[in-house]
């Protein structure tokens, strides 16, 4: 086999054909489905004559091809490589074909697959290939019209793209629908559905004055979990109105909940697909957590509409462009309806933990990649994550309103195209007035960039210098790095009034708060009338995507948390409070000195506790230390155990030190309101269950009583999951374990409270756990098909257990490749996803990186798919 091969940006051509319009027949069959296309062709204008005719196409028998209604001689064409090649084609043309797919076989689930009984497709990014032959890139927009053809008892529901306008019978039992989907899209947006699903159904006026139908399709016993979904569209649409002035397009708006899928949700056009753990809640089966990622990821979807849709990407090199943007308007949405400042703290230390590690891995690449050998391994954080990050700074940069004025631009003058992301920046240059020319270079330069901060205050002449320097560490294929044009959002703190100081630059008043833009390698600020010592607040807001050191003390530190008038930056301080704590424990731990708690962040915490802070959320936040991730990301190297001890011992000590308070907190904030997914219920019980965290990290008495109560009181499945998971992390397993097996037996007919059940087992830290997982394999509930169940298991086991998955005899690694050795072959997309943990070996010292790469070296023996492949490669590079 030969090795698969890359695909350059610096390639790319417009097609030398486009479809116009096609026309797709289904007739459904699980072993053999019949697919007729008829595609409208004509030559692409910017392309040469004569050039022959290319379609992707993968695992296609193909039954019938005729152009023009004459059959194409077997001499005529071509199939190998990647597809299909007609040598000679008129300029425009109607090409025929007929193919036979086997959607019960797609264990892919990629094109048209099967999941319990329904039919179902994923086209993004390369699957309409695996439906029929097709010029399956972004850039070739068409308007479908598709006729799904299935039996009528068991597929009742034929559901696709766009407005219904036929239906009928047919002979032997089966029947009809044909949709028109007016919108011209590209392949990846086509969407089929088919089974015996049930809907709830509301409606929403958009603000012209359009009447849209909007469903949601379920099957029946999750009839009760779509309230809050259908709610989150709602506002959604509304949000989406407000705030960039875009309306919804079509008369019907559908979603549709599947089983088996391999990511969260997928915009396809009037028809989105949802992972059913994207879009089913209930209160007694879901946390607020989930409630709320419901929520954004059903906006998020939904914003695809214009920022995705309407306005496509011009090749997959331009991913960020639909994505960045859509997790930006997602994130604002979210902050506009919940706690704002939880928001950003939530996607900060998500960002900061995962991908800073993706971007000083092996796979890091910039948010515009410049070649890859497999779309779908870009499917990252840096891709959705950093590119929302760079939109947030451009909106920041060119101000709310420039912005926009932007997006309207954008939207009005690049609707129904497929564009680049210098068309987005463009618009907001133009839209502005800003040289946005130095920014661009976020998109192509890989890395997290490095900001080195130091400033003096000058008593005599009250000034206070500011000092920073970037660098940009090389990343694979990218060694040398240029300046980025970075905004530093800042304020001086006071020493003594605690006061953010007035800001004086170049002689410029700036008021309070300001960013200052870093674009040169070293760059001296001097803030003139600084009436009195200052600590800096830098970086407020996370206003880039970078790391900033400060030698801040310990004490500048209990400062800011104390006073800073940046909420996030507060919060912040806390965070590089107890990590400075943590660095000293950990190195005690490595010496096998006596761990000493430092007073410093007893008294921060005792502080926080009294403060009367009102709002609950951010405090829960604030008194949550960083993960055991996230402390790894800041080590020189990772020493799991030792971060896993340091990180117990301050718990520990917490809880001791300050265990009256934590049971107050919990008194003041039990509630027995019927339950809603509500910013005040949820900060209270988030506020509430990180108190009992701690007392359940010292097995307190009564923490243990309160834990036990609050699972068997069953309220709502924050509390009653937070209460078992304490308990089976704990060390009772006299009381944890009858706790599981209640809750395993109760909810054994629901999938989405299994991968729960699944995964808070296997993030107990007891050296015992693999043997968990090994067990929960064999489970008659588990299979290695449905992806949900792979990440509950495999996934949250080898990125939420540090500590046992880096076991030194490895056996936590030959556990994760031998799952990925057998993806392989069913799934490729989740497979290369489940590599992850491993490479990242560079991370650990020598024994486990031998380990590691033994790994790595075991699956790279195997015959891989193009997706593990490439990750693997990469890693071992
Ligand atoms: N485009 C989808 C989203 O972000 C994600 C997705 C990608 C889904 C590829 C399926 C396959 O919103
Ligand atoms: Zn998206």
């Given at each position: 086999m030969s090795e698969p091969q890359p695909i350059y940006l610096s390639d790319y051509r417009p097609p030398a054909y486009r479809v116009t319009h096609a026309e797709l027949t289904f007739d459904l069959d699980p072993a053999a489905t019949r697919v007729k296309a008829r595609l409208h062709v004509e030559r692409h204008p910017q392309r040469e004559a004569g050039a022959s005719l290319e379609l992707e196409g993968e695992q296609l028998t193909l039954r019938s091809i005729a152009i023009d209604g004459q059959p194409l001689g077997e001499e005529e064409y071509k199939i190998g490589g990647t597809g299909l090649t007609v040598h000679r084609v008129p300029e425009t043309f109607l090409l025929d074909t007929e193919v036979e797919i086997a959607p019960d076989d797609n264990t892919a689930l990629s094109g048209l697959y099967r999941s319990s009984g329904m039919y179902c497709t994923q086209c993004e990014a390369e699957g309409f290939r695996r439906i029929t032959f097709y010029p399956d890139r972004p850039d070739v927009m068409a308007t479908f019209s598709t006729t799904v053809i299935?039996?009528?008892?068991?597929?009742?529901?034929?559901?696709?793209?766009?407005?219904?306008?036929?239906?009928?019978?047919?002979?032997?039992?089966?029947?009809?629908?044909?949709?028109?989907?007016?919108?011209?899209?590209?392949?990846?947006?086509?969407?089929?559905?088919?089974?015996?699903?049930?809907?709830?159904?509301?409606?929403?006026?958009?603000?012209?004055?359009?009447?849209?139908?909007?469903?949601?399709?379920?099957?029946?016993?999750?009839?009760?979990?779509?309230?809050?979904?259908?709610?989150?569209?709602?506002?959604?649409?509304?949000?989406?109105?407000?705030?960039?002035?875009?309306?919804?397009?079509?008369?019907?708006?559908?979603?549709?909940?599947?089983?088996?899928?391999?990511?969260?949700?997928?915009?396809?056009?009037?028809?989105?697909?949802?992972?059913?753990?994207?879009?089913?809640?209930?209160?007694?089966?879901?946390?607020?957590?989930?409630?709320?990622?419901?929520?954004?990821?059903?906006?998020?979807?939904?914003?695809?509409?214009?920022?995705?849709?309407?306005?496509?990407?011009?090749?997959?090199?331009q991913l960020s462009l639909k994505e960045g943007f859509t997790v930006f308007r997602d994130q604002c949405f979210s902050a506009d309806i919940n706690s704002a400042p939880v928001k950003r703290i939530e996607d900060v230390s998500f960002f900061r933990t995962a991908q800073f590690a993706e971007d000083a891995g092996p796979t890091a690449h910039p948010v515009r990649p410049d070649h890859y050998i497999e779309i779908g391994n870009f499917y990252t954080l840096t891709i959705y994550e950093k590119g929302a990050q760079i939109v947030r700074m451009l909106s920041n940069l060119v101000g709310e309103a420039a912005f926009r004025r932007g997006s309207d631009l954008y939207f009005s003058r690049f609707d129904g195209q497929a564009v680049t992301i210098e068309d987005f920046v463009d618009c907001m240059a133009e839209a502005s007035g800003e040289d946005l020319g130095q920014f661009l270079l976020w998109y192509s330069q890989a890395g997290t960039p490095e900001i080195d901060a130091h400033g003096e205050y000058d008593y005599a002449n009250a000034e206070y210098r500011l000092i920073l320097r970037q660098r940009t560490p090389a990343t694979p294929g990218q060694s040398e790095k240029q300046a980025l044009h970075?905004?530093?959002?800042?304020?001086?703190?006071?020493?003594?009034?605690?006061?953010?100081?007035?800001?004086?630059?170049?002689?410029?008043?700036?008021?309070?708060?300001?960013?200052?833009?870093?674009?040169?390698?070293?760059?001296?600020?001097?803030?003139?009338?600084?009436?009195?010592?200052?600590?800096?607040?830098?970086?407020?807001?996370?206003?880039?995507?970078?790391?900033?050191?400060?030698?801040?003390?310990?004490?500048?530190?209990?400062?800011?948390?104390?006073?800073?008038?940046?909420?996030?930056?507060?919060?912040?301080?806390?965070?590089?409070?107890?990590?400075?704590a943590l660095d000293d424990l950990i190195a005690a731990h490595r010496n096998g000195v006596e761990k000493v708690m430092d007073s410093r962040v007893v008294d921060a915490f005792r502080g926080l506790l009294e403060a009367q802070i009102d709002d609950k959320a951010v405090l829960a936040q604030m008194l949550t230390l960083p993960s055991e991730a996230y402390i790894a990301e800041q080590q020189p190297l990772v020493d799991v155990d030792a971060i896993h001890a340091a990180r117990t011992f301050?718990?520990?000590?917490?809880?001791?030190?300050?265990?009256?308070?934590?049971?107050?907190?919990?008194?003041?904030?039990?509630?027995?309101?019927?339950?809603?997914?509500?910013?005040?219920?949820?900060?209270?019980?988030?506020?509430?269950?990180?108190?009992?965290?701690?007392?359940?990290?010292?097995?307190?008495?009564?923490?243990?009583?309160?834990?036990?109560?609050?699972?068997?009181?069953?309220?709502?499945?924050?509390?009653?999951?937070?209460?078992?998971?304490?308990?089976?992390?704990?060390?009772?397993?006299?009381?944890?374990?009858?706790?599981?097996?209640?809750?395993?037996?109760?909810?054994?007919?629901?999938?989405?409270?299994?991968?729960?059940?699944?995964?808070?087992?296997?993030?107990?830290?007891?050296?015992?756990?693999?043997?968990?997982?090994?067990?929960?394999?064999?489970?008659?509930?588990?299979?290695?098909?449905?992806?949900?169940?792979?990440?509950?298991?495999?996934?949250?086991?080898?990125?939420?257990?540090?500590?046992?998955?880096?076991?030194?005899?490895?056996?936590?690694?030959?556990?994760?490749?031998?799952?990925?050795?057998?993806?392989?072959?069913?799934?490729?997309?989740?497979?290369?996803?489940?590599?992850?943990?491993?490479?990242?070996?560079?991370?650990?010292?020598?024994?486990?990186?031998?380990?590691?790469?033994?790994?790595?070296?075991?699956?790279?023996?195997?015959?891989?798919?193009?997706?593990?492949?490439?990750?693997?490669?990469?890693?071992?590079?």
């Open positions: 299935g039996d009528a008892a068991s597929l009742p529901v034929l559901l696709s793209n766009g407005n219904p306008v036929e239906r009928g019978e047919l002979p032997g039992g089966r029947h009809f629908v044909t949709w028109d989907d007016p919108h011209p899209k590209p392949s990846y947006l086509f969407a089929l559905v088919a089974g015996d699903l049930k809907k709830i159904e509301d409606r929403f006026t958009t603000m012209s004055g359009r009447d849209v139908t909007l469903q949601l399709w379920v099957e029946e016993e999750n009839l009760d979990k779509t309230e809050h979904a259908m709610a989150s569209l709602k506002r959604a649409m509304t949000w989406d109105e407000e705030t960039y002035g875009r309306e919804y397009d079509l008369d019907l708006f559908m979603i549709v909940a599947v089983n088996d899928f391999n990511m969260g949700a997928m915009e396809n056009k009037g028809l989105n697909i949802f992972n059913s753990a994207a879009v089913l809640t209930h209160p007694h089966t879901a946390t607020d957590a989930a409630f709320q990622r419901v929520e954004s990821i059903v906006a998020h979807e939904y914003f695809h509409n214009w920022s995705g849709n309407r306005v496509t990407c011009r090749d997959w090199f970075i905004p530093v959002r800042l304020g001086l703190v006071g020493t003594k009034s605690g006061r953010d100081l007035p800001l004086t630059l170049d002689g410029e008043a700036l008021g309070t708060d300001a960013v200052i833009h870093l674009r040169e390698d070293e760059q001296e600020f001097l803030f003139t009338d600084v009436s009195e010592a200052p600590v800096p607040s830098l970086l407020r807001d996370f206003s880039a995507p970078v790391k900033l050191h400060f030698p801040y003390g310990r004490e500048d530190l209990a400062f800011l948390q104390a006073h800073d008038s940046d909420g996030f930056n507060r919060w912040d301080a806390g965070q590089r409070l107890a990590l400075l301050v718990r520990q000590s917490l809880a001791l030190a300050l265990r009256d308070d934590f049971l107050r907190i919990i008194e003041e904030n039990r509630s027995d309101a019927p339950y809603a997914p509500e910013p005040e219920q949820i900060a209270a019980r988030s506020l509430k269950n990180v108190a009992l965290s701690y007392l359940m990290a010292i097995e307190d008495e009564a923490g243990l009583e309160i834990a036990q109560q609050q699972f068997a009181a069953d309220r709502n499945m924050t509390d009653v999951r937070h209460a078992l998971t304490l308990m089976v992390h704990s060390s009772r397993s006299d009381i944890a374990d009858p706790a599981l097996k209640t809750f395993g037996e109760r909810w054994a007919h629901d999938r989405l409270v299994m991968d729960q059940w699944f995964s808070l087992q296997v993030t107990r830290p007891q050296a015992d756990v693999l043997d968990r997982v090994k067990f929960l394999m064999e489970h008659p509930a588990f299979s290695l098909k449905n992806p949900n169940r792979v990440r509950a298991l495999i996934g949250t086991f080898a990125n939420q257990n540090p500590v046992n998955f880096h076991r030194d005899d490895g056996a936590g690694y030959r556990l994760l490749a031998d799952t990925v050795i057998e993806l392989n072959r069913l799934n490729p997309e989740i497979a290369a996803r489940l590599i992850t943990p491993l490479t990242r070996w560079a991370r650990f010292d020598e024994a486990r990186q031998e380990l590691m790469r033994a790994e790595l070296e075991r699956i790279r023996a195997e015959e891989l798919s193009p997706n593990v492949y490439e990750v693997v490669e990469k890693a071992l590079a």
